[in-house]
């Protein structure tokens, strides 16, 4: 498995589809419901075993030290391999370079212990999506 940033149109549309079917696709959400605003400036990457795209993950900035982690997803017949945890590293790893010192992101319930595991902590709670996702604010300061 290699962890890159999507390139290609084809890499792009494959790293797109992916968050769609895993994060919205469940919720009945339409194509394009997996974009925000912040695509253009944001660090994607993605997982590649075999030429197969079988996660992703993004991060922008809010301020010059604040950045967020959004779109975490892995295929489902690849998710609890060590994936998720890749590529969120490698997230860290792109911020950390560019100047962050604190890391936050808004995690669905059931998967705050994912996020615990890499360190982060529950603020409070956050929004509620598509009415009954749960989200849970959470933070991780690096020293
Ligand atoms: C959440 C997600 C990105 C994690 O990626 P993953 O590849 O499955 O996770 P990893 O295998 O890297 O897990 C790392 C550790 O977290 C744990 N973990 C992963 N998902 C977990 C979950 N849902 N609940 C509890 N623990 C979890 C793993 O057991 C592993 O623990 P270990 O280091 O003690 O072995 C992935 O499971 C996923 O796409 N889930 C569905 C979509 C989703 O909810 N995305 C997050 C939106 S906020």
Same mark, same amino acid.
Request: aromatic share 10%; proline share 2%.
């Given at each position: =498995?290699? +962890?890159?940033?999507?390139?290609?149109?084809?890499?792009f549309?494959d790293?797109?589809?992916?968050r769609?079917?895993?994060?919205?696709?469940?919720? @009945?959400?339409?194509? /394009?419901?997996? #974009?925000?605003?912040? %695509?253009q400036? *944001?660090?994607h $990457? =993605?997982? !590649? %075993?075999?030429?197969?795209?079988? /996660?992703?993950?993004?991060?922008h900035?809010?301020?010059?030290?604040?950045a967020?982690?959004?779109? =975490? *997803? !892995? %295929?489902?017949?690849?998710? @609890?391999?060590g &994936?998720?945890? *890749?590529i969120? $590293?490698?997230? %860290?790893?792109? &911020?950390?370079?560019? /100047?962050?010192?604190?890391?936050?992101?808004?995690?669905?319930? @059931? !998967?705050?212990?994912?996020?615990? #595991?890499?360190?982060?902590? !529950?603020v409070?709670?956050?929004?509620?999506l598509? /009415? &009954? +996702?749960?989200?849970?604010l959470?933070? #991780?300061?690096i020293?």
């Open positions: =498995m290699i +962890i890159k940033s999507p390139s290609t149109q084809k890499e549309d790293y797109y589809d992916l769609w079917r895993i994060l919205r696709s469940p919720w @009945n959400q339409p194509k /394009g419901s997996e #974009k925000d605003d912040k %695509e400036d *944001a660090i $990457l =993605m997982a !590649v %075993e075999e030429g197969k795209i079988i /996660g992703c993950g993004r991060a900035f809010n301020s010059d030290t604040e967020q982690i959004r779109y =975490m *997803a !892995v %295929e489902t017949e690849y998710q @609890n391999k &994936v998720g945890k *890749a969120l $590293l490698e997230l %860290e790893n792109k &911020v950390i370079e560019k /100047g962050a010192k604190k890391i936050v992101l808004n995690a669905r319930e @059931n !998967v705050i212990k994912f996020y615990q #595991k890499n360190g982060y902590k !529950v409070k709670e956050s929004h509620t598509f /009415g &009954v +996702i749960k989200h849970y959470m933070v #991780k300061d020293e």
